[in-house]
């Protein structure tokens, strides 16, 4: 989001050179710049202990393909415990390990998406009102069923742990 007006003050914003920064919006009247704000998600791709993935089924994202689970990170809230939560909030799992994979922007939503591995000892799925389906796949054949785009983190992240697990 990118600010026009003062969110306090509600005056019109200027643009103005903050050390290497050019042009963030300032408030003259509070003396306060205003950075773009953007959302921040962790994205998380599970793994069992046979190498399967876990790939949802979540009509409101696509019809078309697969995705992992994700959710916004909250206020107050590292990363990691998102992560942690959104697996055991959407499919009722808890996670024996968790790794940083990295970061990436999403254009198509303006959003920084943090993605993880993970592993659960658990098959067994729980899955919330939010996904339609839920399945074990194996690696080869989930990375055919997600975005195919350059942008897809989904992508990124499974091709990830096909690589680090080639025998």
Not at 16 to 34: A, I, N, T
Request: include cysteine; aromatic fraction near 8%.
């Amino acid at each position: 989001m990118k600010f026009t007006y003062c969110p306090d003050c509600g005056s019109l914003l200027v643009p103005r050179d903050l050390g290497d920064d050019r042009g963030v919006p300032w408030c003259e009247k509070c003396s306060v710049p205003w950075f773009p704000l953007f959302p921040a998600v962790a994205i998380v791709l599970v793994a069992n202990p046979r190498g399967e993935l876990l790939l949802l089924r979540q009509n409101y994202i696509s019809t078309e393909f697969r995705n992992l689970v994700s959710g916004f990170i909250l206020p107050g809230e590292r990363a990691e415990e998102c992560a942690r939560r959104e697996v055991r909030e959407e499919v009722g799992l808890e996670l024996s390990e968790l790794r940083l994979d990295g970061t990436w922007w999403f254009a198509k939503k303006e959003m920084l998406m943090v993605g993880f591995t993970a592993r659960a000892e658990s098959t067994e799925l729980k899955l919330s009102s939010e996904v339609d389906g839920a399945d074990w796949v194996e690696p080869a054949k989930a990375a055919t069923m997600v975005h195919q785009s350059e942008e897809s983190v989904s992508r990124r992240l499974v091709r990830k742990w096909i690589a680090d697990h080639a025998v």
